[in-house]
């Protein structure tokens, strides 16, 4: 039985020995084999360094490099793909997921669950913004979505090789992996857990990118946004018909006054803002059909660390080490 563990890395160089100290301590007294795959995800710091280091003296550890930072869910997509265990568990570098969750989650995959997902009872150090703006998107997701995703989870948690494999058919760029679970089924069940604080470093997730997060767990999950340009077109059909209506009553009467400028620069206004809204809810929509359509790869590795067998490097290396 292999474990594997796939942490996700942008700019954690403040972090990653603490990190790695507390993944092995728990890891090494599980009775299982595990590999630690570190995705750095096109780090500026130091945090390459320090992962070849970690390398070089750690053979659990294997290393993935991509050749730019590609986002947290195509980092772990990355990992994902690449991880050879037999259950795979996704965790944060930060330490924000405490690594002796795992030995309990690894027990509830032995009791048979395919998913085990981490259940946040608290969370510290993080602002009622954000608690706040997490609430108001997992309760609107939830309306909006056909599938069901459990609230307060992160992507801390632990999947079965078979939902692993599944995740990695889907093709689709847009990655709201935490749905891509839901959306795949099997037995899962979730497992709470208290979130700390950040051990180290800086949040890499600011409000932009925090939004776009959002937008694309609710734009790949659910078609609501575009039937609402639909019903919001209605909407304003039937005003326009009692408008229609009350100016053909209000002639009849012969009330001729030289009325119907507001009204008229009113319904303008409100038309122009309904229309642009739509055009710009189904703009998102093709924009990702677009990138869809193009089937770029999601990632591109720099360089693999500690991997067994299967070494790809760069061609140039290849050719040099065969001369
Ligand atoms: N991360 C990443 N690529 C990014 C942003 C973040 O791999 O572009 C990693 C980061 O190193 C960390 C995890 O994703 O391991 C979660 O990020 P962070 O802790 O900054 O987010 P927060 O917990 O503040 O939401
Ligand atoms: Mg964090």
Same mark, same amino acid.
């Given at each position: 039985?292999?474990?594997?563990?796939?942490?996700?890395?942008?700019?954690?160089?403040?972090?990653? %020995?603490?990190?790695?100290?507390?993944?092995?301590?728990?890891?090494? !007294?599980?009775?299982?084999?595990?590999?630690?795959?570190?995705?750095?995800?096109?780090?500026?710091?130091? +945090?390459? *360094?320090?992962?070849? $280091?970690?390398?070089?003296?750690?053979?659990?550890?294997?290393?993935?490099?991509?050749?730019?930072?590609?986002?947290?869910?195509?980092?772990?997509?990355?990992?994902?793909?690449?991880?050879? @265990?037999?259950?795979?568990?996704?965790?944060?570098?930060?330490?924000?997921?405490?690594?002796? #969750?795992?030995?309990?989650?690894?027990?509830?995959? %032995?009791?048979?669950?395919?998913?085990?997902?981490?259940? &946040?009872?608290? &969370?510290?150090?993080?602002?009622?913004?954000?608690?706040?703006?997490? /609430?108001?998107?997992?309760?609107?997701?939830?309306? *909006?979505?056909?599938?069901?995703?459990?609230?307060?989870?992160?992507?801390? %948690? *632990?999947?079965?090789?078979?939902?692993?494999? !599944?995740?990695?058919?889907?093709? $689709?760029?847009?990655?709201?992996?935490?749905?891509? #679970?839901?959306?795949?089924?099997?037995?899962?069940?979730?497992?709470?857990?208290?979130?700390?604080?950040?051990?180290?470093? =800086? +949040? /890499?997730?600011?409000?932009? /990118?925090?939004?776009?997060?959002?937008?694309?767990?609710?734009?790949?999950?659910?078609?609501?946004?575009?039937?609402?340009?639909?019903?919001?077109?209605?909407?304003?059909?039937?005003?326009?018909?009692?408008?229609?209506?009350?100016?053909?009553?209000?002639?009849?009467?012969? %009330?001729?006054?030289?009325?119907?400028?507001?009204?008229?620069?009113?319904?303008?206004?409100?038309?122009? @803002? #309904?229309? *642009?809204?739509?055009?710009?809810?189904? @703009?998102?929509?093709?924009?990702?059909?677009? =990138?869809?359509?193009?089937?770029?790869?999601?990632?591109?590795?720099? $360089?693999?660390?500690?991997?067994?067998?299967?070494?790809?490097?760069?061609?140039?290396?290849?050719?040099?080490? #065969?001369?």
């Amino acid at each position: 039985m292999l474990l594997s563990v796939i942490v996700p890395c942008y700019n954690e160089q403040d972090v990653l %020995r603490a990190t790695h100290e507390r993944l092995t301590s728990v890891l090494s !007294a599980l009775s299982l084999d595990y590999e630690l795959l570190f995705v750095n995800d096109g780090s500026r710091d130091d +945090t390459q *360094l320090i992962l070849t $280091e970690l390398q070089l003296i750690d053979p659990h550890v294997r290393v993935l490099l991509l050749s730019r930072n590609f986002g947290h869910q195509i980092a772990v997509t990355a990992g994902l793909e690449e991880a050879s @265990g037999d259950a795979i568990v996704i965790i944060d570098a930060d330490l924000q997921d405490p690594p002796e #969750v795992i030995p309990q989650m690894v027990q509830l995959w %032995r009791d048979g669950n395919d998913v085990v997902y981490g259940m &946040r009872t608290d &969370r510290k150090g993080e602002s009622t913004f954000k608690l706040w703006t997490a /609430k108001i998107f997992y309760r609107l997701i939830n309306r *909006l979505s056909e599938t069901k995703m459990p609230f307060d989870t992160g992507d801390f %948690r *632990l999947l079965d090789r078979r939902v692993v494999d !599944a995740v990695n058919s889907m093709p $689709e760029r847009a990655r709201f992996l935490r749905g891509m #679970v839901s959306w795949t089924g099997f037995r899962q069940v979730s497992l709470p857990y208290a979130r700390a604080p950040r051990h180290a470093g =800086t +949040t /890499k997730y600011p409000l932009t /990118k925090m939004f776009r997060f959002a937008m694309d767990g609710i734009i790949s999950f659910s078609l609501v946004p575009l039937k609402l340009a639909i019903w919001t077109g209605f909407l304003a059909i039937c005003i326009a018909v009692a408008g229609i209506v009350a100016a053909i009553i209000d002639r009849m009467l012969n %009330r001729d006054l030289p009325r119907g400028w507001a009204s008229l620069f009113v319904a303008v206004l409100f038309m122009g @803002g #309904v229309q *642009l809204v739509s055009l710009g809810i189904i @703009g998102e929509y093709l924009g990702r059909i677009y =990138t869809e359509v193009k089937g770029r790869p999601l990632y591109v590795v720099q $360089e693999r660390l500690g991997f067994p067998a299967r070494q790809t490097g760069s061609k140039r290396k290849e050719v040099s080490s #065969v001369v």
